[in-house]
């Protein structure tokens, strides 16, 4: 994945996996190799059916205030599929810019 900013490198710092049955939720502390802006990716599969595996990716650019703070405490989420959870993390993906989509 390339920065949307500079197009280099963008890697993943740090991330957390969340088995919120049918779902597994992988949040994702991203930072761009060349220019140091940070991301946070939410890769989500949906488990519902048997045998197809149903993927969404969303990335956000993040303040650093936010992403150093929810790094601090990733799984303090209780609520990962509930877009209305009042966690810090579900406040960070409210208040960023999302820059890409896929699946």
Known sequence: ??????????ARRESIEI???PYIIDYQWLECDGCEAQF?????????????????????RVTTEAWEATRATPDQCSAPIDPDCS???H???????R????F
């Not at 994945?1 to 963008?10: A, G, Y």
């Not at 406040?91 to 810019?97: C, I, L, V």
């Open 1 to 10: 994945m390339n920065c949307p900013d500079c197009h280099s490198t963008v």
């Open 99 to 102: 820059v890409w989509k896929e």
């Open 40 to 60: 946070f990716g939410v890769l989500t599969e949906d488990k519902t059916h048997m045998f197809a595996d149903d993927y969404t990716y969303v990335g956000y």
């Open 91 to 97: 406040e960070m993906m409210r208040t960023s810019t």
């Open 19 to 21: 088995k919120h049955a």
């Open 87 to 89: 966690c810090s993390i």
